[in-house]
């Protein structure tokens, strides 16, 4: 018997915080330039990291979160049957927290004992654990700490699927995922579903995210004798899993952050193990369309055991990922009103330990290979494929949790424009979703007007997507909406067109009708995007002057003086912050930094005894910082040259504390 029930997840938790209201503006490079050499085929070499610059907007950056965790309840829901029970937390993405093999008693994901976002997600706040699903473009998901849409379905045979859904707001698409867990079945299947909506193709990423625990012993398997790896502080690069010493398939083996992403032949069936010392593990498998396979570790270093402790204390994991495209820096083009759908399984493996453990590569992955297989035969996933999809068409016959009202208003918008509505009808985005984000892009669709509002309150939510720009446009040009917080979004919308001088006029016209930290703000990061460190430096103080005055301000402003080394301005600047502010932790460092240049050391030794939350994957400002102290102390001391040799003997001598060692390689 299958049963689909809501109940409260319970474990310490620290607060997600308020929501930033300042815009991250997209990359100026649409594409990323990956280095490194490639023995791929050049239609993969040509591709790589097409489309993969980043981008964030209309979504806002959530970096508000803390550190301190109380005991706390999140909704959750959960799947289960006589073998298997999968929770889900619908408030954060649908993450599935955890997968339990009934039968031992045995959990098969690592199951994050506490809520502790990092800032490792597109919008900042991420967390570890379970498994995720991250499409749109490559990174932690918009929603991965957001409410999603969850519903129950009625399957044919009359057992309950759960289905989770929403709207992307950046490539604007729906995406659904149908969880399918038949009465007695050993395996959870995740049936996947993406609808290109436009008349244009659109390059589309999808990676499922799967967490398990970093044990001693423990093994990943892939059926592919060669990997693109990736080494942070290094390149891209093709290696034979036979020839790594050490054999860093063991998560354990790697000293630094590492991964590699499974080149697997066409012939091959897709999958992916993690194998303890004695042959139990976890498993994923797919149908063809989802053929990517990865592996990612934090290492041994202390950088990395750092970070492991952060996301998952006492509870270090390993990421094995399936996508895609090759890589996560492969884009798949996705034709226009196309829909994708694939079907994923996952469940408990268990094989002989001698053999995954073989010395012999080949023979080990072989091995797993034929367990999967007479586990669930390639055939019989097709098969199973097809009877879910009728599914996967159905309506829900209840809303378990409520997302967004974003895709409502995108239906609004289709049906005010008289254009047929591409969004499956199955995907229930109803009207009363829509609130007070929804609000004044409401009135300018009905009203074609856009409301004002007070300019020392958060502007509202923005919108970049190309026919809302069209609306709002037209307004302004009608004389409708001719008020300061109409040419903001005007502004932001062009700025993320590309059109930079469309957009330092919109944001003028905002600030001559009603000076704003809004308007200047994006004045300063337009200057300091073209290297213009005067006029940058000069549109933050502008922004701090015009308020209103809040925190994300204040630390973009410190950030805008450190970038362009202004370090007595970026000094003065934190010492005249209200109290509160000069606590927060950005600030802290960014007058610490300009201590440093002032030969100010007690004031920077302060900042190293603090608990640290804001620091960005791959991001190293705190030991450099402590590096960088020690150097100048010694100069001072021995009164020797700032060089190379000087910077050597100080790592070896002063080793940083492991509190704020956030370094992912170490050699």
Known sequence: ??????????????????????????????????????????????????????????????????????????????????????????????????????????????????FQPASLAHRGAWISGGIEWNTCLPGHYYMTCAPVYTARVRSPEGYPVLRIYEWDRVKCFPWQIDF???????????????????????????????????????????????????????????????????????????????????????????????????????????????????????????????????????????????????????????????????????????????????????????????????????????????????????????????GSGWGALERRRLSASKRRDPIPAELLFDPSDMGPEQEPWLALLEGGSFPSADKDKDPMQGMVQPEWSKLLEKSLKAGRSRHWLAWLHAGNMRMEAFDVVGARDAWLRSAELAPSSWAYHNLAVLERREDNAEDACACMLKAWEAGPRFAKLAIECAETFAFFKQYRRLYDFCRGLPAGIRREERIRIYSAMAALKLRKYAEVEKLFKQTFKTIHEGETVLTELWFSLHQYKVADKEKIPMNHALRERVEKEFPPPPGIDFRLAVD
Request: hydrophobic share 35%.
């Open 1 to 114: 018997m299958t049963e689909l029930r809501v109940e409260p997840y319970e474990l310490p938790a620290a607060t997600l915080g308020p929501e930033n209201p300042l815009p991250c503006f997209r990359s100026v490079e649409v594409d990323r330039k990956v280095g490194g050499h490639m023995d791929l085929p050049a239609k993969e070499r040509k591709t790589f990291g097409l489309g993969t610059g980043s981008r964030v907007l209309p979504y806002r950056m959530q970096d508000g979160f803390g550190i301190v965790r109380r005991p706390r309840r999140l909704k959750s829901v959960v799947l289960e049957n006589e073998i298997l029970r999968a929770t889900f937390l619908t408030g954060l993405g649908g993450r599935m927290a955890s997968l339990v093999y009934k039968p031992a008693e045995r959990e098969l994901l690592c199951r994050n004992p506490v």
């Open 180 to 402: 399918h867990l038949p009465p007695g079945s050993p395996h959870l299947y995740a049936r996947m579903r993406i609808v290109n909506v436009h008349e244009r193709e659109m390059l589309m990423y999808w990676w499922t995210n799967m967490a398990v625990d970093e044990i001693p012993g423990g093994r990943v398997l892939v059926p592919a004798d060669e990997a693109i790896t990736f080494r942070v502080g290094g390149r891209f690069g093709i290696e034979r899993f036979q020839q790594r010493k050490p054999d860093l398939t063991y998560p354990t083996n790697n000293r630094n952050t590492n991964e590699f992403f499974a080149m697997i032949p066409r012939k091959h069936r897709p999958w992916i193990v993690a194998a303890d010392s004695q042959g139990e593990g976890f498993f994923q498998t797919s149908t063809r369309r989802l053929g990517g396979r990865k592996m990612f570790c934090w290492g041994q270093g202390q950088g990395g055991r750092h970070w492991q402790n952060v996301l998952s204390p006492g509870r270090p994991y390993v990421e094995i990922q399936a996508g895609l495209g090759r890589t996560q820096s492969h884009l798949v083009p996705m034709p226009a009103r196309a829909e994708w759908t694939w079907l994923e399984a996952y469940g408990y493996f268990r094989a002989d330990a001698s053999k995954v453990h073989s010395r012999d590569w080949g023979k080990a992955w072989k091995a797993a290979a034929s367990v999967i297989d007479e586990q669930l035969p390639l055939r019989a996933l097709g098969r199973l494929d097809r009877a879910f999809a009728p599914a996967s068409r159905t309506a829900p016959d209840a809303i378990l949790t409520r």
